[in-house]
């Protein structure tokens, strides 16, 4: 952006003005990031320490399982399907330990296996069905419903 801004006061494209109030709006916006990071460790040793989550590394079986999950053509980045490779793996250890109540909470719709209408997309619902992981789209975990049978 900076670059970009040389450019276009070069150009006539941005006046003084218009160069000096993005330069402020981009120095706050850097500052903030740099705060934020400096918060980011705390963040996450708080989490951490949540009861209810679990934080895991990804093992060996994880990331077999993300190899695996190549050749059903999902159409994931390469992190989202290594974040699924973990969950599914997990799950199945959780399942195997005796939960039955197992549930994942994506906000983001890559992995949500419903599309953009709601509509189910079944090879992605199918693994999630198979190891009994029932997939939230919001962090209050109320939607969408769990059905009574599940």
Not at 20 to 38: H, I
Not at 83 to 99: F, K
Not at 104 to 122: A, G, Y
Request: proline share 3%; hydrophobic share 45%; glycine share 6%.
């Amino acid at each position: 952006m900076r670059q970009f801004l040389l450019w276009a006061r070069d150009e006539c494209v941005v006046n003084a003005g218009e160069d000096e109030t993005t330069r402020r709006v981009l120095d706050l916006m850097e500052g903030r990031e740099k705060a934020d990071l400096g918060r980011l460790d705390d963040a996450f040793q708080t989490l951490k320490a949540a009861e209810g989550i679990e934080i895991f590394n990804l093992s060996q079986q994880m990331l077999e399982r993300c190899a695996d999950l190549s050749y059903l053509k999902l159409g994931l980045q390469p992190f989202d399907q290594a974040i699924l490779a973990a969950i599914l793996v997990r799950g199945e250890q959780l399942l195997s330990e005796g939960a039955d109540d197992i549930a994942f909470c994506e906000v983001d719709s890559d992995l949500q296996p419903w599309d953009k209408d709601q509509n189910r997309m079944e090879r992605l619902a199918e693994l999630y069905d198979k190891v009994r992981i029932w997939v939230y789209g919001d962090f209050l975990l109320q939607a969408p419903a769990k059905p009574r049978e599940w």
